[in-house]
């Protein structure tokens, strides 16, 4: 299976949908299970695949110079399962009950869903600026969707106006890497620029650098990211922090380990200091808000600096620490977003003081918020402790001190906001009553707690540490990428 | 990179250390488990549900952090152990748990940064002495667990606002970890800076004990004090030192157990802590007071108790070393204790009840009581036991016994005792419990969320959904990141 398919599934369901919308409500909703479920194996076989042998693909049969490589290796294959896990869960919790079925949605998500794998699967410069156009556009249109609420709108919109800053700084990078090199493919980038450093290299790393932060929501372009991840819908704002927000790390550790490997010792420090600053950031800012969503967006935006830390460390037990931290971001966040939803949707407010009790309503939902919040501050069994202390490792041992200490500064206050929540949930006594009410979501809800509880299981095994010890020579020995698409 | 995760010592062989720990830890909770049994529900099923889970996880994570054979398994048993006592301690006062599992977390944290720098520097994560550049991350997190001195703000108000059983685990065995730790970790070069600040915890403690009129905050300041007696003892730097705080670990870990275990009593009946308000108590329930008099006879270290004991061996130890003004500081803070007990013994059981027109007193429950009773006569025959039995101690104690029983010795420890009761009997006005709170470092940390506090207004005025200012922001960060980028091109 080339990695073409992987981008085609979720395209072909896209473009079916709106054709089909006249045909009867079964048809569709058989249509989206169809390409979902085509979707998600497309996506675990792709990730399969690019693990065990990595594939090229040459569209068009162009060579790789002037056309487009579609590359599924050991980097890509980890974020695919990431899309994979993250989309399939938030389509299934489309189908809940309490959700407006739309066929709109199913389009945005996988249109989305599309540009998410041809992210990952590109080795072309310029075809991942597409990929990044679709993808944003679709988010913007996933954060504003049918809530039809002001606030969703404005989000919505100053998304859009971070997004297309971004968006021009990262088409400016690579025009200007285009007009220096000639090439559009990362490897043969990486190539020309191993044999002129100096100013020339520096400016478009900037811009890549720029665009990707605004992309991400690191620290001083993150205005975006809590209005967009609170205002959307419950499913959406799981589906922006576990997966879309990963993507852009994606692209992060491909782009400046790859293409710009000649400035490694300038530009992971820089990604070392914004990760702390927007760890510092967003522990801070979670700390005042009483709005539960907000609240939880703003913990992402400090997720994202753990995860920027452990890549600013440039080190194999750096990148790995960041890969591993955002799967259990991916489980918990997800879960925290999806159960807070549904904790709001029954109290009818998404005020933390005004949640009093529904503990008592939603015993099971709770636990699972109690189980979710434990991963993120990092209580010791958990995945979320584990992937920490592998950041706080790799900081070590590249002398860092300080983010270290950020790291466990954070654990401290994100327990003590989490606390707050959870306080209030199992104050008072409830007063609706217990509700036996299980959705699609309630399901969803679950297979992450389990997620999360394979992924604390996960170091146990031998074979985990091998496969980070893989993983890690891949991204830090580029010469296996570069003969991989030169060749042929 | 070798990425550590759970090794456990137990198909390997735990020491002796590990094992008498071990047992310690299992010993202590049942005790405690039969006493809270007795101790009577707590006000709400859910907070009762909590407690039990959390006493029962205690148990078991105790037992694991001590059988842990290297640091890391040691630092998540712990923290797992911090999160069982959060449980326990949420029935009773819920900021206090809360503030106690912050302070928790953070010398955890402290302790990962320690063993990551291990790992980086030395290798080995196996216990035992660490190099002089994570020294300091252990001696502060190990330092939260085990209350040094500074790092002991949480222990006064944590202990005091505790349920009683909980109080009892917390002084019984909790701090015990963070000192097992520190007998792992000492070695000749720690020795002095262990000394110094055991003093300061046996002097400082006392002091502040003697201030107190909260039955259980006095006692709080006791355990730190002790500590000191503990921590003096590793400060010989010797085998025989680190067998000494060892053996007064578990020798205050049951006589402070069952000391809080009869201000416990005290407090289900009368209703108050507040030594001002009690009283009498010497005729109403003489089992509790004769309970509790073993109890304070061997934290002052009365021959035949296991206090006396302890003690010897602490001055023995520190007398090969030749440290006579320690044993001097000691001395002192021997007579500061024996003061302070015949304090709490005459204010909370001797004296007629000030209140006496309004009886306070609540309508017993003889059977549940039983319970409480049962677990502090375990916990008095385990003082006595230690007390009179030294040979049942492991055969590798390097002391000789004989010379616990000399003249010189049982002089040198009743001369603190008599000097304590005969100072109090003369001046008991001096001692009276005032009614105001003495102030400790509690204040000044808990002050530490205002920075933060404040940080996060400031920032809070940043993100105010204006989209010109993000702008700004975002163009100035564009030109911070091409400047930083272009300079260092130069």
């Not at chain 1, 040459?58 to 695919?80: K, V």
């Not at chain 1, 409830?430 to 509700?435: D, E, K, L, R």
């Not at chain 2, 061997?298 to 440290?323: D, M, Q, R, Y």
């Not at chain 2, 007193?361 to 059977?367: A, D």
Request: a positive charge.
């Amino acid at each position: 299976m080339t990695p073409v398919l992987v981008i085609l599934i979720p395209l072909t369901g896209a473009f079916l949908l709106p054709l089909l919308q006249f045909l009867s409500r079964k048809i569709i909703v058989l249509v989206v299970c169809l390409a979902g479920g085509l979707s998600f194996l497309g996506n675990i076989w792709g990730a399969c695949s690019g693990w065990l042998r990595p594939t090229v693909h040459l569209a068009g049969g162009w060579p790789a110079h002037i056309g487009i490589a579609l590359i599924h290796d050991p980097l890509s294959s980890p974020f695919l399962l990431l899309a994979a896990l993250g989309f399939g869960s938030v389509l299934i919790c489309s189908f809940d009950r309490t959700e407006k079925f739309s066929w709109r949605f199913h389009v945005l998500l996988f249109l989305s869903w599309a540009a998410v794998n041809g992210i990952l699967s590109t080795g072309d410069l310029f075809n991942l600026y597409v990929f990044y156009e679709i993808f944003s556009v679709s988010a913007y249109l996933l954060v504003a969707f049918s809530t039809m609420e002001w606030q969703a709108i404005e989000a919505g919109f100053k998304y859009l106006v971070f997004g297309t800053v971004g968006a021009m700084f990262f088409l400016f990078g690579t025009t200007y890497l285009f007009l220096f090199t000639g090439y559009l493919n990362m490897a043969r980038i990486s190539e020309a620029l191993m044999s002129e450093p100096g100013l020339p290299v520096f400016i478009p790393a900037a811009c890549f650098f720029i665009a990707l932060s605004i992309k991400t929501g690191a620290f001083p372009s993150h205005f975006w990211l809590p209005d967009a991840h609170s205002s959307a819908k419950s499913l959406v704002s799981a589906l922006l922090s576990g997966v879309l927000v990963m993507v852009s790390i994606y692209v992060f550790i491909r782009l400046f380990s790859v293409v710009f490997i000649v400035l490694k010792p300038l530009v992971f420090p820089l990604m070392l200091g914004t990760g702390s600053l927007s760890l510092l950031t967003g522990h801070l800012m979670a700390l005042r808000q009483d709005d539960i969503k907000r609240l939880l967006a703003y913990s992402t935006v400090a997720h994202l600096g753990y995860i920027l830390i452990g890549l600013g460390c440039a080190s194999a037990a750096g990148f790995n620490a960041a890969i591993y931290h955002a799967f259990n971001h991916m489980a918990a966040k997800m879960g925290l977003f999806l159960t807070a939803g549904i904790l709001a949707s029954h109290a009818g407010t998404r005020k933390i003081s005004e949640l009093s009790g529904l503990g008592w309503d939603l015993p099971f939902v709770s636990i699972l918020f109690v189980l979710f919040t434990a991963v993120l501050v990092g209580v010791p069994p958990l995945n979320g402790f584990m992937s920490k202390w592998y950041i706080t490792l790799a900081c070590v041992e590249r002398n860092q001190a300080i983010p270290a200490l950020l790291i466990i500064l954070g654990t401290v206050i994100s327990s003590g906001y989490y606390l707050r929540i959870i306080r209030r949930l199992f104050s008072g006594k409830g007063t609706q009553g217990t509700s036996k009410d299980r959705g699609a979501t309630w399901y969803v809800v679950t297979l992450m707690g389990v997620l999360c509880i394979l992924l604390s299981l996960l170091p146990l095994f031998p074979v985990f540490t091998d496969t980070l010890h893989i993983l890690g020579n891949w991204i830090m020995d580029i010469s296996m990428y570069k003969d991989l698409v030169m060749i042929p | 990179m070798n990425l550590p995760f759970l090794h456990l010592s137990l198909n390997m062989h735990p020491d002796q250390i590990s094992l008498v720990m071990g047992a310690f830890a299992i010993f202590m909770t049942l005790c405690s488990a039969l006493y809270a049994y007795g101790y009577g529900a707590l006000a709400k099923k859910s907070q009762a549900r909590c407690f039990w889970m959390g006493l029962w996880s205690f148990g078991v994570f105790s037992f694991l952090t001590v059988l842990a054979a290297d640091w890391f398994s040691l630092i998540i048993f712990l923290e797992l152990c911090s999160i069982s006592l959060f449980l326990m301690i949420l029935a009773g006062d819920v900021k206090t748990a809360v503030m106690y599992l912050l302070t928790q977390f953070a010398g955890a944290g402290s302790l990962l940064i320690g063993v990551s720098i291990l790992i980086r520097d030395s290798g080995t994560i196996a216990l035992g002495p660490v190099c002089p550049s994570a020294f300091p991350f252990f001696l502060v997190g190990l330092g939260l667990k085990a209350a040094l001195p500074v790092m002991h703000f949480w222990l006064p108000r944590t202990h005091s606002m505790a349920p009683t059983p909980a109080s009892v685990l917390l002084s019984g065995f909790a701090v015990k970890m963070g000192v097992y730790g520190l007998i792992r970790l000492s070695s000749e070069s720690t020795a002095p800076l262990f000394l110094y600040l055991g003093l300061t915890m046996a002097i400082y403690g006392v002091i502040q004990a003697l201030l107190q009129h909260d039955m259980k905050r006095l006692l709080a300041f006791h355990t730190f004090s002790q500590l000191g007696f503990v921590m003096s003892a590793l400060g010989s730097g010797t085998e025989a030192g680190i067998m000494a705080a060892l053996f007064y670990s578990l020798a205050h870990g049951i006589f402070k157990g069952l000391l809080f275990c009869s201000a416990g009593v005290m407090e289900k009946k009368y209703d108050t802590r507040d030594l001002g308000l009690l009283g009498r108590g010497i005729r109403k329930d003489p089992v509790t007071f004769a309970l509790f008099l073993v109890g304070a006879l061997a934290i002052t270290g009365f021959p035949g108790t296991s206090g006396f004991l302890a003690k010897s061996l602490v001055k023995e130890t520190l007398k090969e070393g030749h440290h006579v003004l320690a044993i001097q500081a000691l001395f002192l803070a021997g007579i500061g204790t024996a003061l302070s007990f015949s304090k709490m013994a005459f204010y909370g059981f001797m004296k007629t009840r000030p209140f006496s027109g309004k009886d306070m007193e609540k309508e017993e429950r003889p059977r549940e009581m039983k319970y409480c009773h049962a677990a502090m006569l375990i916990l008095a025959l385990g003082t006595l036991a230690l007390g009179i039995l030294p040979f049942s101690l492991p055969r590798s104690f390097p002391m000789d016994t004989r010379i616990w029983l000399s003249w010189g010795n049982l002089l040198s420890a009743l001369s603190p005792i008599a000097a304590g009761i005969l100072f109090f009997t003369f001046l008991p006005g001096l001692f009276r419990p005032l009614s105001i709170d003495v102030p400790d470092l509690y204040w000044l940390f808990s002050q530490l969320e205002r920075p933060f506090n404040l940080l996060s207004s400031v920032l809070q005025q940043y993100h105010n959904g204006r989209l010109p200012r993000y702008l700004k922001f975002l163009l100035a960060a564009i030109l911070i990141i091409f400047l930083l980028l272009i300079r260092s091109d130069q």
